[in-house]
């Protein structure tokens, strides 16, 4: 086959007046003069995509918060690991976020930061070694709380917060997420599967403890999602297990007659996981709300959204 090249001279053409865009000047950012106020850096930034997200992002939790309706921050251990603990303590000490949910490893590290002010170990060196996660404290003193907080008949979350408010040593306990949900009084769960944590290979470890806990954590979950509506839910880099234990509780929440649609769900994660994804953002908001996936570093996202809602508050 032989082509010759097309004539462009007969296309359709419209006045570029008329034509509907995406972008215009009213979005465009400003010039942040030095020596401005955060507010002038807040109002610097254009009017689009991530900018535009995480500004959408703190007035839905403002929103929630005025209307009395629950802001859930769920996640990974990360966020601890990061030095993030006071921002989300000075969070909750501020009413605006009202219930906590995590992954088993945030218990150790939570503990291990309040009770020596450190945490996170080299784990290719110990593991070479075969001495990864076995630190004794951490081993034995949270086992030993779970297992106490259990026969007590409290779920892990609350075990952890009552034990770290009472354990000798816990030098830095004010700096502990669960021990600041204890004190006010707001759900904290922990949601566990067998073998992920360091504690689990510790003698203490209990698997009818671990499993009563969680169990127990999940039904309080499933408690304080079925009270969502209008409210917030927020992932911050947990790629399986909260976007799985969130599917399930909103499922049995609408399963038994609960209304929880009109929702704001948000992810916060270095990349964009298919769980996060799927079970947080799309799947639960399809009958109604809004989602939103922050993507970049906890180190820098987190403390930004809260300084925003503070500002904007």
């Known amino acids: 086959m032989k082509y010759k090249p097309l004539s462009f001279r007969k296309v359709k053409r419209y006045s570029l007046k008329k034509r509907e865009s995406k972008v215009g000047l009213s979005q465009a950012g400003n010039i942040y003069e030095k020596g401005g106020t955060f507010r002038d850096f807040l109002d610097s930034l254009p009017a689009v995509l991530a900018s535009r997200d995480i500004i959408e992002v703190a007035d839905a939790i403002i929103k929630a918060g005025n209307g009395k309706r629950p802001v859930v921050l769920a996640m990974g251990a990360h966020p601890i690991k990061l ?10 000490n501020n009413g605006i976020i009202t219930a906590i949910a995590t992954n088993g490893a945030a218990i150790v590290h939570d503990f291990e930061m309040s009770y020596i002010g450190m945490t996170s170990e080299d784990v290719a060196e110990e593991l070479s070694c075969g ?3 076995m630190a004794e404290e951490t081993g034995k003193l949270v086992n030993n709380a779970i297992n106490k907080g259990v026969k007590k008949g409290y779920g892990i979350g609350r075990a952890m917060g009552e034990f770290i408010s009472t354990v000798k040593g816990a030098a830095f306990r004010d700096q502990s997420i669960f021990f600041r949900a204890f004190k006010n009084n707001i759900p ?6 067998v073998g992920t944590d360091i504690i689990h290979m510790h003698p203490e470890a209990d698997g009818a403890s671990v499993g009563e806990g969680s169990m127990r954590d999940f039904k309080l979950f499933t408690s304080v999602i079925s009270d969502l509506e209008g409210g917030v839910f927020i992932n911050i880099g947990s790629a399986v297990i909260i976007p799985e234990v969130f599917l399930k509780a909103l499922t049995i929440a609408r399963n038994l007659g609960h209304k929880v649609n009109n929702i704001t769900t948000v992810t916060m994660d270095f990349i964009r996981q298919y769980r996060a994804m799927e079970n947080v953002l799309k ?12 993507t970049g ?6 403390p930004l959204l809260a300084a925003i809602i503070k500002e904007r508050r």
């Open 131 to 133: 001495t990864f996660g």
């Open 283 to 294: 799947r639960p908001t399809m009958n109604g709300g809004s989602s939103y996936f922050i």
């Open 297 to 302: 570093h906890h180190e820098i996202n987190l």
């Open 83 to 92: 030095g993030l603990s006071p921002v989300i303590i000075d969070l909750i």
């Open 188 to 193: 904290a769960t922990v949601h566990v599967a």
